[in-house]
């Protein structure tokens, strides 16, 4: 323990009880030995590189080139997607695939290039690899988007795992998004970000990295192309990021690079080449399809750690039924916990929950339950004893139980790496549907153990099954989430088979999509938090998590009125909209900020509810597609270099372009247009792109522009479906897809879609089918005709 270690232990003593604060201390020591006994120091490291080559044997999508000290596989699949591996690592097994990988492009060949090295030719993409072991990845038309330069390894002499370096060049107008969830995003800028799921330990704010979510996912968009790449190890990392700048120095570019460091695990890695909608559509048929949510999930949530008691969360609810609110959702926190144990229920707070779930639900409120990893180590608590029944805790080497501290005291921690203990942890959810809750939230399962001092986790040493693999929390700790995300899913799935899981994680990986969504966290209170929200949205939508949101108004503190407002008008049009707010934090109904906001706040709550079949439209093509409901405005344009470093406005959808207000005082803002004409969805005002415009935004609203020729669902006064048409700029046709939607089960609604056109002095709506052109299913209003 070093001067700051004795610290943060005295302030984290002072901070919680004291029976609490010593057992952090306890587990901080007892982290330490651990790893000091279980990951004995690396000692002395050998150096390796691929050496020249020697030869290549194709094989189906490409083949295996060797060098002297090591051999590349590559293989291209049907839906575009090129892999490589390093030392003769294959796609499989990983956490972040969902089933088998894709079958191999038959018409991918392998071939020798100048110079003595290689390459495979496919339709969509070429990979040329030096004799050396550089690998350049080009389009078609031979343009390079992304160069890998020889990679390194360092390997201890007495054995272990190797750690591996890639260094690689893009394009000088590249500019590199994702990586997870990164407040200060979502375009990265220069300068390092760790891939090691963290829980930061306080409310975040921009500068704070990492956090709950890292992904070695990014996604490189420039002006040839977009690319995303995915290495494949769970194991803890750094990217080191720098933009290119064309024409520096004696008139020459200079390339963009990347330099990845990785602890362990293999060197290999995805890339898709394409347009943006075509590489997240690749990504979702590698990593999984996006859960679909229910419909209710797609309204208007409200939380708070510390409701306190059933009447409490009456008086809520009551609130916003009295005052005109819509409500879809209340969420519990772990105050609603007997002694804060996971699943279990304070009987003298919540004596009736399961009639709580039911006189809220006839109202059209769903209850959403957390749950946290971390199980109390008491004998007699029935989650503790059954899991070890089934021994489904984490254990050291020697074969002893790792205890952690989470917040029931000290605390056992379930291994979702082994397949038996998804299924014990899946059928816990048993007793939170007989509760009544309709879905889930995950926290703290990053995994956070508080520590008075070092990482607040596991130790590095803790043995996990990893499938039958055997390894340790090192290769474990980032897919700890997404397997607990797998359990769950998994048992609801099993439970409740005719509704859709809603399950969200604040922590997870890449392919977490497939079991449901994830929330920012504790984002610290304040202007700056307010622009990390839709950082996080819009990176992670980039990585394949369509569905996530923030705290509306922060974790922490008291926002102003203003501020809660604005923070609340984005929610309004971020896929999951949930006000949330920590324990000592002020309150966060919209009623609580004056007459003014709570006139506003409910007309962003009248326009999501009006928007819902929108937002139900956005989660069937996210599921299909892969396409985030959230998306950058340079989305349909890539190549446009003023889009892309625009990270302050983004598209809802094809149809929708939203400009949040992010600093105080402002009743306008500037506003970057992509191309086409654009309308004022209140004022009905055209703008022409691409082009940047001065719109206004009075305290009432913030800017929402349609497309022309945008055909937006909504839903009409007497609760059905209609059709919003903008109306095309004359001599050109618009149009768009819609949903329909019964709310929760597994049918597959067929796609609507219709198209908008000009005849004579009219537009008319028309719905295109195999069975050929016929009016539309719904009602249509045509809006933009002045």
């Not at 979502?186 to 390092?192: K, V």
């Not at 209340?330 to 779930?357: G, S």
Request: aromatic share 8%; proline share 8%; net charge neutral.
């Amino acid at each position: 323990m070093d001067g700051r270690d004795l610290v943060r232990s005295v302030r984290l003593v002072g901070s919680v009880s004291a029976a609490q604060g010593l057992r952090t201390v306890r587990a901080a020591w007892r982290r330490r030995r651990a790893d000091a006994v279980g990951l004995p120091p690396r000692g002395a490291e050998r150096a390796r590189v691929p050496g020249p080559v020697l030869g290549a044997q194709p094989g189906p999508g490409g083949g295996v080139i060797r060098f002297t000290r090591s051999e590349l596989r590559i293989t291209v699949a049907v839906n575009g997607a090129v892999f490589w591996g390093w030392d003769g690592a294959g796609p499989e097994p990983s956490y972040a695939l969902a089933g088998r990988c894709p079958e191999p492009d038959p018409r991918a060949v392998l071939e020798p290039d100048t110079d003595g090295g290689w390459r495979v030719v496919a339709e969509r993409v070429t990979v040329v690899v030096s004799r050396h072991g550089a690998i350049e990845v080009c389009t078609p038309g031979g343009v390079m988007l992304r160069r890998d330069l020889p990679p390194r390894w360092w390997e201890p002499v007495g054995g272990g795992p190797a750690r591996w370096m890639q260094r690689s060049e893009v394009a000088a107008d590249a500019r590199f998004f994702g990586l997870g969830g990164r407040a200060s995003g979502p375009r990265l800028r220069d300068g390092t970000y760790r891939l090691w799921n963290t829980d930061p330990g306080r409310a975040f704010s921009r500068a704070d990295d990492p956090l709950y979510i890292t992904m070695p996912v990014q996604l490189v968009v420039a002006d040839a192309s977009t690319h995303l790449v995915f290495h494949d190890s769970s194991w803890d990392g750094t990217v080191t990021l720098r933009e290119g700048e064309e024409g520096a120095g004696s008139g020459h570019d200079r390339a963009g690079r990347c330099e990845l460091r990785m602890d362990g695990g293999p060197l290999r890695c995805w890339v898709v080449v394409g347009t943006p909608a075509r590489v997240l559509h690749a990504w979702a048929s590698l990593t999984g399809a996006p859960a679909l949510p229910p419909a209710w999930a797609l309204g208007h949530h409200h939380a708070r750690w510390g409701f306190g008691s059933e009447q409490e969360v009456r008086r809520i609810v009551a609130g916003y039924r009295e005052r005109g609110l819509p409500l879809d959702a209340v969420h519990l926190d772990i105050d609603h916990y007997d002694e804060h144990q996971v699943f279990t229920v304070d009987q003298e707070r919540f004596p009736k929950l399961p009639a709580l779930a039911e006189d809220l639900r006839r109202e059209g409120v769903r209850l959403v339950s957390v749950v946290d990893p971390g199980v109390k180590a008491a004998a007699g608590n029935a989650v503790y004893d059954g899991g070890t029944a089934v021994d489904a805790f984490v254990r050291d080497p020697s074969g002893r139980l790792v205890r952690g501290v989470s917040w029931p005291g000290e605390s056992v921690y379930p291994d979702f790496t082994h397949a038996r203990v998804r299924k014990w942890w899946g059928g816990l959810y048993e007793e939170r549907l007989a509760q009544g809750f309709a879905g889930f939230w995950h926290d703290m399962n990053e995994p956070t153990s508080f520590n008075a001092f070092g990482e607040s986790t596991l130790p590095r040493s803790a043995r996990h099954c990893l499938e039958g693999r055997d390894g340790d929390h090192r290769q474990a700790h980032n897919v700890y989430a997404l397997c607990m995300a797998d359990a769950a899913h998994g048992g609801l799935r099993e439970l409740s088979p005719r509704e859709r899981p809603f399950l969200f994680s604040r922590s997870g990986w890449a392919g977490m999509q497939r079991y449901g969504g994830t929330w920012s966290g504790d984002v610290a209170t304040g202007w700056p938090g307010l622009r990390a929200s839709l950082s996080l949205v819009l990176g992670l939508g980039l990585c394949g998590v369509p569905y996530s949101g923030p705290d509306v108004g922060g974790f922490d503190g008291t926002p102003s009125p203003e501020l809660f407002l604005r923070w609340f008008q984005l929610g309004a049009y971020l896929p999951l909209f949930r006000t949330h707010a920590g324990l000592r934090a002020g309150r966060r109904e919209p009623w609580e900020f004056g007459a003014e906001v709570l006139e506003h706040a409910r007309a962003a709550l009248l326009e999501r509810r009006r928007l819902l079949p929108y937002f139900v439209t956005l989660a069937h093509l996210a599921r299909r597609t892969g396409a985030p409901y959230v998306r950058p405005v340079w989305w349909g344009a890539p190549e446009d270099r003023a889009l892309r470093d625009c990270e302050d406005v983004f598209l809802l959808g094809d149809c929708l372009l939203v400009a949040p207000v992010l600093d105080p005082g402002a009743d306008r803002r500037a506003v970057r247009l992509p191309r086409g004409r654009w309308y004022d969805t209140v004022t009905e005002r055209a703008y022409e792109g691409p082009a940047q415009v001065l719109v206004e935004a009075p305290l009432s609203r913030i800017p929402v522009l349609a497309r022309a020729g945008g055909v937006v669902p909504v839903r009409g006064a007497d609760g059905g479906l209609e059709l919003e048409v903008w109306a095309p700029a004359r001599g050109r046709t618009g149009g768009g897809l819609v949903v329909p939607d019964a709310g929760d089960g597994w049918d597959e609604p067929e796609i609507e879609r219709y198209v908008a056109r000009w005849q004579g002095r009219r537009v008319v709506v028309t719905r295109d089918g195999e069975d050929g052109v016929r009016e539309p299913s719904h009602p249509v209003r045509i809006r933009g005709l002045g």
